[in-house]
């Protein structure tokens, strides 16, 4: 079944925890993204990444972290340093840069509620 | 970041009416693309635009390309309960090379 799986669904943290989100893609894209989405708001970038091992700062990066060890996972790791981490957060992939089309495709959303 | 105006930002409607929303940008596009957001759910690509004037349907959904290549429509005709969502617009300058541009959305509500 090919797809992009966002795990998990709900996750709630104690307020100065850092924790991480997951995105596995099976689809052989090359490019993978991710995502803050607030209420009534649209996407806004956080970080991508074209290649393995390589990935650049989105829009809003401060108060996260990224790594890209393997081309079907690009975890998210939301840091205590990120002072409103509350958010639904989005991982999008996309065939990437040889195939000069940067249409994206989203996974399912990860609800993150620090308390 | 820049973000597309999009509009409206909500709509409420009558089951069976058609609807219209756009998106516009200072800046050229080659790529548009529309998505629909469920309710806790990531966005659904809908129609992907890559030429000015393109004119491209997917069922009762239709969007264009427009000739300026700083905007795009989106209709759907005869609307159905299930048509209700967040529609995200989203360009991009030059393939590859640029990131998304996403608009801020517009709500579809369906009165009953």
């Known amino acids: 079944d090919g797809g992009i799986t966002q795990s998990p669904k709900y996750l709630f943290r104690k307020e100065g925890q850092n924790v991480t989100l997951s995105c596995e893609q099976n689809?052989?894209?090359?490019?993978m993204y991710w995502y803050r989405q607030d209420p009534g708001q649209g996407l806004r970038l956080i970080y991508y990444?074209?290649?393995?091992?390589?990935?650049q700062k989105g829009d809003i990066a401060e108060g996260y972290s990224v790594s890209r060890e393997k081309k079907e996972s690009f975890p998210l790791t939301v840091t205590s340093a990120q002072k409103n981490p509350t958010a639904f957060y989005l991982c999008?992939?996309?065939?990437?840069?040889?195939?000069?089309?940067?249409?994206?495709?989203f996974g399912p959303g990860t609800r993150l509620t620090v308390l | 970041g820049q973000q597309l105006n999009q509009s409206p930002q909500s709509m409420f409607i009558q089951e069976g009416e058609d609807v219209s929303m756009n998106c516009t940008s200072s800046?050229?596009?080659?790529?548009w693309l529309w998505y629909k957001q469920d309710p806790g759910e990531g966005p659904v690509l809908l129609i992907a635009?890559?030429?000015?004037?393109e004119l491209t349907s997917n069922g009762r959904l239709t969007a264009q390309f427009g000739i300026t290549r700083k905007d795009s429509f989106l209709n759907i005709s005869a609307s159905i309960p299930s048509d209700v969502g967040i529609y995200f617009c989203?360009?991009?300058?030059?393939?590859?090379?640029?990131?998304?541009?996403f608009g801020t959305g517009t709500r579809l509500t369906i009165i009953p």
């Open positions: 990444s074209q290649i393995v091992n390589d990935f």
């Open positions: 800046s050229i596009f080659n790529t």
């Open positions: 635009l890559y030429k000015a004037g």
């Open positions: 989203a360009g991009q300058s030059n393939f590859g090379n640029e990131k998304l541009t």
């Open positions: 689809l052989n894209h090359d490019a």
């Open positions: 999008a992939t996309s065939k990437g840069l040889v195939w000069r089309t940067d249409t994206q495709y």
